[in-house]
């Protein structure tokens, strides 16, 4: 059964900083992986996704990639903004199953 | 579009009591998820749907029963509710993979 794990729990940068968040999974025959962005109170948006045959897709400021032999995902970030400040999920899907999602990283960029 | 729509945005329940969340979108997507979502922890399935009149059990299902009349909704039914049931709940869809969610219904179980 696939896994998903998030490390570390919270995360505080300084404004401009880049940075790196983790993801890791257990099962290396993981279909796709896909992150999400959720804010305070709010349901969860889709920021990327990232199919077992591609290595890493980018929106804007974002990279995400994929390992699928160490089992890890990264989202980067560059140049945080205050704006940035969230809980940010990612959730592997095995071909067949349904997503397991992470407990999430939640990420504070101060001014 | 709508999107994903949930509604109530909160309820309070008696221990015992029912209540059905509701759930709809105007995507015209056929796969529809209910998760639950606990402080600090990450999502975790209920039920799912491949299309109308086809539902199954996802992870954490029992005190939980759903029903898929049309593509659009999606309900969810607590029939005795009990504190362990207090909890965030997501409704999402999905089109070529990748999720959407509605803004979620929290409930709390007294």
């Known amino acids: 059964k696939q896994e998903v794990t998030q490390i570390p729990a919270a995360l505080s940068v300084p404004e401009g900083e880049n940075l790196v968040l983790n993801c890791s999974f257990t099962d290396s025959a993981i279909y796709n992986l896909q992150w999400f962005r959720q804010d305070p109170g709010k349901g969860l948006t889709s920021l990327l996704l990232?199919?077992?045959?591609?290595r890493e897709q980018t929106s804007g400021r974002l990279n995400a990639s994929l390992d699928k032999s160490s089992g890890r995902s990264t989202l980067y970030i560059a140049a945080s903004q205050p704006g940035d400040s969230a809980t940010y999920l990612c959730a592997g899907r095995n071909y067949g199953q349904n997503f397991v999602f992470g407990p999430g990283t939640r990420l504070s960029v101060l001014p | 579009n709508a999107g994903v729509t949930q509604t109530p945005k909160f309820r309070i329940l008696k221990i015992g009591q029912s209540m059905t969340l509701q759930c709809a979108q105007d995507?015209?997507?056929?796969?529809m998820y209910w998760y639950r979502q606990d402080p600090g922890m990450g999502l975790k399935l209920i039920y799912y749907?491949?299309?109308?009149?086809?539902?199954d059990k996802g992870e954490v299902p029992n005190g939980y029963n759903v029903s898929r009349s049309t593509t659009e909704d999606f309900p969810l039914r607590l029939e005795l509710a009990a504190p362990s049931q207090t909890s965030v709940y997501f409704c999402?869809?999905?089109?070529?993979?990748?999720?959407?969610f509605g803004p979620g219904t929290r409930l709390l179980v007294l």
């Open positions: 995507m015209n997507h056929n796969y």
């Open positions: 749907s491949v299309g109308a009149g086809i539902t």
């Open positions: 999402a869809s999905i089109w070529k993979e990748t999720q959407y």
């Open positions: 990232i199919q077992s045959s591609q």
